[in-house]
C-alpha cells in the first residue's frame, strides 16, 4: 500500500512539474525557438518531395470557366476575359491577376469529371475520394494525411481544418474508421450558426481556439495541480485496462495539454503577424486563414484546409445558381490575394516545396447560363488546381470541348487526383488502413492511379 | 420464459473455450463495478449515488438479478434502447436535415420499447411501414411516430434499402456486390439486385429534397441493373422465388421472408447485435459479417441464443435478462493475465467508449447541472466508431479541461453534487472525497487512492498564501472532483 501511495504521490509531483514548466513560457523560450528553427531548416532541406498539404476548399462548387477554363468566343463562355499568365500558353480568368504569377507552379486540372451532382455526395466524393457507402465511414483527405504524415509526439495537432461549413454533410469532414486520433482540429467553426456572420471582423472571433487555456478562474499553478490528480488516477486507470478507449482517452489529454502550452498555442495568434502581411492576405476569415496555415505549416503541421464559402463567413459561396458572375467576381477577390500570397509566403520561407497546395471543391458548374444568370451544379467536366511541393508546375491537364460541356481530352476521376496528390506527397496511395469493418481499405480506390506527369 | 437456464447455457459455453484455450480469465466484477457497467448497458447513465449506495448495503443474494429487473422497467431502459436501436438503423453520419425524422424514429421506438414488442413484429413494421405523402409531414416536429428515417436516411433508393435490410437484420454485407462480384462472399452482383427489387415500388427522391412526396408503385417487383439495361425480378437472398399469386405488397413478402423461423440469418443476426451492445464486440465480429467467411467465435453460443430466442417470442428483455445475468458478463475489466489479451474469447470486460448520450446524461447524474448544453455536447462528442474501438480527439479533451460545462460543475458556486458535498456538516474529508468517488465513478476510493488525496488538502502548492483553511478546502475538492470528471474512468463503460 505504501509503495502505491509513493507511486501515486511521484506521478502527481512529475506531472506537476511538466505543467509547470510549460506554464512558465520565459523558461522554454529559448529552447522553443531552437526547435522551432531546426524544423524550418529541415523542411527546406528535403525538397524533392511535399511533405505537408494545404487544401483550399472551395464550397459549393466554383465554375471553372469563370477560372481557370475561360471560354472565350463562346457563349458559354460569359462575360470574364481570360488573362495571360506566368506560364506562356496558359489563360486563365481575369479575376485571378495575382494567382496568375504562380502559374509556373501550379498544375492546372481541367478535365475532371464524375457522377456525383448532389452537394452531399459530391463533398464526399471529393474529399474522401469514396462514394458514400452506408456501411462504412471513409475517412475525409485530412484524417488520411495526419495518419500517414502526422508526429503522434507533436505539440500542435497533425490536421487542422480552418473555418469549414459541414451542413450538407458532416461525413465528407470525419475521421470515419481512422477515429477521432485523426479528427480535424476545426478552427472557426461555421457550421451551421456562424454562416450569417457577415460584419467585417467577423475572422477575429471565428479564428479564435475555443477551450485553449483554463478558465481565468483558475491559476497556472492550480492548472498544474489538478492535471497532476488527474494523471495519477488516469496512469492508475490505464495500466489496469490497457483498451483502446482508454490509452486513446489518455494520449488526446496528453497533446490537449501540450497543445496548450503558450509556445504551441501561440501558433495561433495571429496578432503577432506583420499588418503588412496580414492586409496582403486580406482581411477575410479565407485569407486571415490562409495566414494561419502557413503558420500552422511552419511548425510542423502536416495537413491544414481553408474552406472558403462566403466573403466572411462560412456557406455555400461558390454554389451560383444565381447572379453567377457578381458572386464569382466577389469570391475571387478573397480567394485571389489569400493563395497568391500564400503562396509568396511559403516561398519566402522555403517552405513551398515541401508543401502541397490544392485547390478544389465538389464540383463545377454548368457552361450553360441559365436564366437568372447563374450556373447549376457540374460534375461532367470541372477543373482542380495542384501546386507547389511535389508538383511539375506550369502545366495544364486534359482540356474540355469549346463550349465546356465535356472532357475532350484525359478525363480524369476524383480518386486520380488525390493519388496525384498522395505521390507528391511521397505517400503509396495504396497502403491500407484497417476499417471498421474488419477490412483493410486501400487510402485511394486501387483501381486510381496518379496522373502521369504532374507529381514529380 | 425465465432467463437464468440461458444464462447458465452461455456461462457453460465460454467457460469450456477457456479451458480449451488456456485462459485465466479476470476475476468475477464486484458489485460497484457490476452496478456502473449495468446500469450504462440498460439505463444508458450512470447511477445516481444513492442507489450505489443501496445496493453495495443491500445483502440479499439476488440483488444483482432485482437490479436487472428494476432497470429494464424503467423509463431509462425505453430511451436508452430507442437511442442504441436508433443508431443501428441509421448508421450514416445523419445529415442535419434529417432531424426531425431521426427523432420520430426515435418516439416509435421508444412506443416499441415500452411495450417490449417482439423484435420480429418491430422489424416488420420497418419493412412495410406504408411510404407516400407521410415522408412530407416527417419534418414537423409535432410528427406522429414513425419508422420512416430509415427511408429517408436511405435516399428512398432501393439499393441502399435493400443493402440496409441485409446488413442491419441479416448481419449480410451486400455492398461490394452492387458494383461488381464480392470479393470475399459468395453474394453475386445479380442476387443483390434481385434483393433490391423488392424496394422496386419506392420511388427516388429529388436529390435536393429528402422530403418531396415519393409516390409508391405498390405491385412494382423488377428492377433496372443500375448502369446496365438488365432487368431482375425480385428474389429472396436464398434464392427461392416469392409467391407474387396472392396479391401481396413486395415489401409485405420480404418481411414474411425475413422474419421466419426459417431464416436462420435473422435471430443470428438479432442476438449477435444484443451480444455486442454488452460486450464491445460480436459473436461475429464485425456485426454485417455473418455472411462471409469469418467463423463465429462461439458458434454454438450463436446457435443457441439465436434459437431460444426465438423460442421466447423474439423477446428482447429475455435476451438482454440472459446476458447480463450471465458470469461472463459480470466480469472484471481488470487484466490480470496474458491469456485474456484475445477479444474473442471474454474472458474480461472490455473498457467501452460511451455514445454522446450515455456520456453527457451521465454527467448530468454526477453533477447534477442542468442539461440545457445536452444538443451542442452531443455534437461535439459524436462518434462512428465500435465502442471498444472509441477514441478521444484533442478538441474534446480541451473541451472537458476547459470549457464551460466543466468548469461549472467544478465551480463552488455553481456545482450542485460539489456544494451538496463541501456544505455537510456530517462528512469529514475522507468522506467528502468518498462522495466525491460515488458520484462520479460509482465505487468508494481505495485506501491507497484517499491517502494522497487528504494530503492534498493540506498542501499549499499553488494556493494564495492568504487563503484561509476552510477555502484551501473547498478548492481542493473542486481540483479532485474536476480530475474525477476529467477521468478515462469516469468517460468510459468497462
Known amino acids: 500500500m505504501k509503495r502505491a501511495d509513493d507511486r501515486a504521490t511521484k506521478a502527481f509531483r512529475s506531472a506537476r512539474r511538466d505543467w509547470l514548466r510549460w506554464a512558465s513560457s520565459s523558461a522554454i523560450a529559448a529552447s522553443m525557438s531552437g526547435w522551432f528553427a531546426q524544423l524550418a531548416v529541415q523542411a527546406a532541406s528535403q525538397p524533392t518531395r511535399a511533405r505537408r498539404c494545404i487544401l483550399l476548399w472551395m464550397n459549393g462548387g466554383p465554375s471553372q470557366i469563370d477560372t481557370f477554363d475561360p471560354k472565350p468566343g463562346h457563349e458559354n463562355g460569359g462575360p470574364f476575359k481570360p488573362i495571360a499568365t506566368q506560364t506562356p500558353g496558359i489563360h486563365i480568368g481575369e479575376y485571378l491577376p495575382q494567382v496568375s504569377h504562380w502559374t509556373d507552379r501550379l498544375a492546372i486540372i481541367r478535365s475532371m469529371s464524375g457522377k456525383e451532382a448532389d452537394h452531399g455526395r459530391a463533398s464526399y466524393l471529393v474529399r474522401t475520394g469514396r462514394a458514400p457507402e452506408a456501411a462504412i465511414q471513409y475517412p475525409t483527405l485530412g484524417s488520411l494525411m495526419a495518419k500517414e504524415l502526422g508526429d503522434e509526439s507533436a505539440a500542435l495537432p497533425s490536421f487542422v481544418s480552418i473555418a469549414p461549413y459541414r451542413s450538407t454533410n458532416l461525413a465528407a469532414y470525419n475521421p470515419g474508421f481512422l477515429g477521432p486520433t485523426f479528427a480535424p482540429f476545426i478552427v472557426g467553426d461555421v457550421t451551421p450558426a456562424g454562416a450569417q456572420q457577415q460584419a467585417a471582423d467577423a475572422y477575429r472571433a471565428a479564428l479564435q481556439v475555443a477551450d485553449l487555456r483554463p478558465p481565468s478562474s483558475i491559476p497556472d499553478a492550480r492548472q498544474a495541480n489538478r492535471l497532476g490528480l488527474w494523471r495519477s488516477m488516469e496512469q492508475a486507470f490505464v495500466a489496469g485496462r490497457p483498451d483502446i478507449p482508454a490509452e486513446s482517452h489518455a494520449a488526446a489529454y496528453d497533446r490537449a495539454v501540450r497543445l496548450m502550452h503558450p509556445d504551441a498555442a501561440s501558433a495561433f495568434t495571429l496578432d503577432q503577424e506583420p499588418d503588412k502581411l496580414r492586409d496582403a492576405y486580406g482581411r477575410t476569415m479565407f485569407g486571415q486563414g490562409c495566414l494561419l496555415a502557413r503558420r500552422l505549416i511552419e511548425r510542423g503541421v502536416p495537413f491544414v484546409e481553408v474552406s472558403l464559402g462566403g466573403i466572411n463567413s462560412g456557406g455555400m459561396g461558390w454554389d451560383t445558381h444565381v447572379g453567377n458572375f457578381e458572386t464569382v467576381k466577389r469570391l475571387c477577390g478573397v480567394l485571389d490575394p489569400a493563395w497568391a500570397t500564400l503562396l509568396r509566403d511559403l516561398s519566402e520561407r522555403g517552405l513551398l516545396d515541401t508543401t502541397l497546395v490544392i485547390w478544389m471543391g465538389e464540383f463545377g458548374r454548368t457552361p450553360k447560363i441559365n436564366g437568372t444568370g447563374g450556373r447549376d451544379h457540374y460534375p461532367l467536366a470541372w477543373s482542380a488546381v495542384l501546386g507547389g511541393g511535389g508538383i511539375h508546375g506550369g502545366q495544364v491537364v486534359g482540356r474540355t470541348s469549346d463550349d465546356g460541356t465535356i472532357v475532350a481530352d484525359r478525363p480524369t476521376a476524383v480518386p486520380e487526383l488525390l493519388a496525384t496528390a498522395c505521390a507528391a506527397l511521397g505517400i503509396d496511395p495504396h497502403k491500407t488502413n484497417p476499417s471498421n469493418l474488419g477490412r483493410p481499405i486501400h487510402l485511394i480506390d486501387y483501381a486510381a492511379q496518379p496522373i502521369d506527369g504532374v507529381a514529380t | ?494
Request: with cysteine; aromatic share 10%; net charge negative.
Open chain 2, 1 to 494: 420464459m425465465p432467463a437464468a437456464p440461458l444464462s447458465a447455457r452461455i456461462d457453460a459455453m465460454v467457460f469450456r473455450r477457456w479451458s480449451e484455450a488456456h485462459v485465466t480469465p479476470a476475476p468475477p466484477a464486484e458489485d460497484a463495478e457490476f452496478y456502473r457497467r449495468a446500469s450504462l448497458d440498460l439505463a444508458g447513465r450512470i447511477p445516481y449515488v444513492a442507489e450505489v449506495r443501496a445496493f453495495l448495503a443491500d445483502r440479499s443474494d439476488d440483488k444483482r438479478h432485482a437490479a436487472i429487473e428494476r432497470w429494464l422497467d424503467s423509463p431509462a431502459y425505453v430511451q436508452h434502447f430507442a437511442n442504441v436501436w436508433r443508431s443501428a438503423l441509421l448508421t450514416q453520419a445523419t445529415a442535419p436535415d434529417l432531424r426531425f425524422a431521426a427523432e420520430r424514429l426515435e418516439g416509435w421506438l421508444r412506443v416499441e420499447l415500452r411495450e417490449n414488442r417482439p423484435y420480429d413484429r418491430m422489424v416488420r413494421e420497418v419493412i412495410t411501414t406504408p411510404l407516400g405523402e407521410r415522408i412530407a409531414s416527417v419534418r414537423s416536429e409535432d410528427a406522429a411516430p414513425t419508422p420512416l428515417a430509415f427511408y429517408q436516411a436511405n435516399e428512398l433508393k432501393p439499393e441502399n434499402l435493400a443493402s440496409a435490410t441485409s446488413r442491419i437484420f441479416l448481419g449480410v454485407n451486400l455492398e461490394c456486390a452492387q458494383c461488381h462480384n464480392h470479393p470475399f462472399a459468395p453474394w453475386r452482383q445479380d442476387q443483390f439486385w434481385q434483393f433490391a427489387g423488392f424496394f422496386a415500388g419506392v420511388a427516388r427522391l429529388r436529390p435536393d429534397n429528402a422530403f418531396a412526396p415519393a409516390p409508391e408503385v405498390l405491385d412494382r417487383h423488377s428492377i433496372t441493373i443500375a448502369g446496365t439495361e438488365r432487368i431482375v425480378e425480385a428474389r429472396y437472398l436464398d434464392d427461392a422465388e416469392p409467391d407474387w399469386a396472392a396479391g401481396e405488397r413486395p415489401r409485405v413478402l420480404l418481411a414474411d421472408w425475413l422474419t421466419s423461423a426459417d431464416n436462420s440469418y435473422f435471430a443470428r443476426a438479432a442476438v449477435n447485435r444484443m451480444w455486442a451492445h454488452f460486450f464491445g464486440r460480436g459473436l461475429v465480429d464485425p456485426l454485417d459479417e455473418l455472411g462471409g467467411n469469418k467463423a463465429p467465435s462461439h458458434p454454438e453460443l450463436l446457435d443457441t441464443l439465436a434459437g431460444e430466442f426465438v423460442a421466447s417470442g423474439y423477446d428482447l428483455k429475455f435476451l438482454i435478462r440472459a446476458i447480463v445475468g450471465s458470469q461472463i458478463y459480470q466480469r472484471s475489466s481488470r487484466f490480470t493475465d496474458a491469456s485474456q489479451r484475445d477479444p474473442s474469447l471474454f474472458a474480461r470486460a472490455v473498457g467501452r467508449g460511451l455514445t454522446p448520450e450515455q456520456w453527457f446524461d451521465s454527467f448530468v447524474v454526477a453533477t447534477g447541472c442542468d442539461d440545457n448544453q445536452r444538443a451542442e455536447m452531443l455534437g461535439k462528442f459524436s462518434s462512428l466508431e465500435r465502442p471498444a474501438e472509441m477514441q478521444t480527439s484533442i478538441l474534446q479533451s480541451l473541451a472537458m479541461m476547459n470549457g464551460r460545462l466543466v468548469t461549472d460543475a467544478t465551480s463552488l458556486t455553481e456545482s450542485r453534487t460539489l456544494a451538496a458535498v463541501i456544505d455537510a456538516p456530517f462528512l469529514d474529508r475522507k468522506g467528502k472525497i468518498e462522495a466525491l468517488f460515488l458520484a462520479s465513478l460509482s465505487r468508494e476510493p481505495l485506501p491507497a487512492e484517499i491517502e494522497p488525496l487528504i494530503a492534498y488538502f493540506d498542501s499549499t502548492d499553488g494556493q494564495a498564501s492568504s487563503s484561509s483553511q476552510d477555502s484551501r478546502e473547498r478548492e481542493a475538492l473542486a481540483d479532485i472532483f474536476w480530475a474525477l470528471l476529467n477521468s478515462a474512468e469516469f468517460k468510459l463503460n468497462h
